[in-house]
């Protein structure tokens, strides 16, 4: 599944320290990434389930989480520290119900040097961070089982999942 070029990590100098890696010769190009994370939802939440959304004493916890997302996406150079800072074209977070799990799809697109996936596993991990936080009222099962990247487009090498 891989689709690395090099055994070398690209986040270290030659000394082998840490290093941002130096984009300033890389032409802009357009470019996407999807991400996707899992969050098991025992029964006692998904009994709170009413339309699209479970409601809290907080709000919507699907919306909620859906802001909470698209706000950590922007934030990824915050968060992670060699991730470079990018203009965010767009960022789309998607949740929806399936059997037991929360899905959440972010979508994050940029015109820039360097790709976006970092920002779209941030926006699906803290979404489902968030989901987690807003129902621990209820219990404490909730399993987030996965995060993973799920596509990326632009730069040398697209990924597809």
Sequence with gaps: MSNESSNAFSHLNESGQPAMVDISGKLDTYRIAVAESRVYLPQVIRDQFHGQDIQTRKGG??????????????????????????????????????????????TVKTNGKTGVEMEA??????????????????????????????????GKHDYNR
């Design 61 to 106: 916890v699907f919306q909620t989480a859906i802001i909470a997302g698209i706000m950590a996406a922007k934030k990824t150079p915050e968060l992670i520290p060699l991730c470079h800072t990018l203009l965010l074209d767009g960022c789309d977070v998607q949740i929806h119900l399936e059997g037991v799990e929360a899905i959440i799809r972010c």
């Design 121 to 154: 596993l941030t926006g699906a991990s803290v979404a489902a961070l968030t989901i987690y936080d807003m129902c621990k009222a209820l219990t404490q099962d909730m399993i987030i089982r996965e995060t993973k990247l799920i596509s990326k487009t632009g």
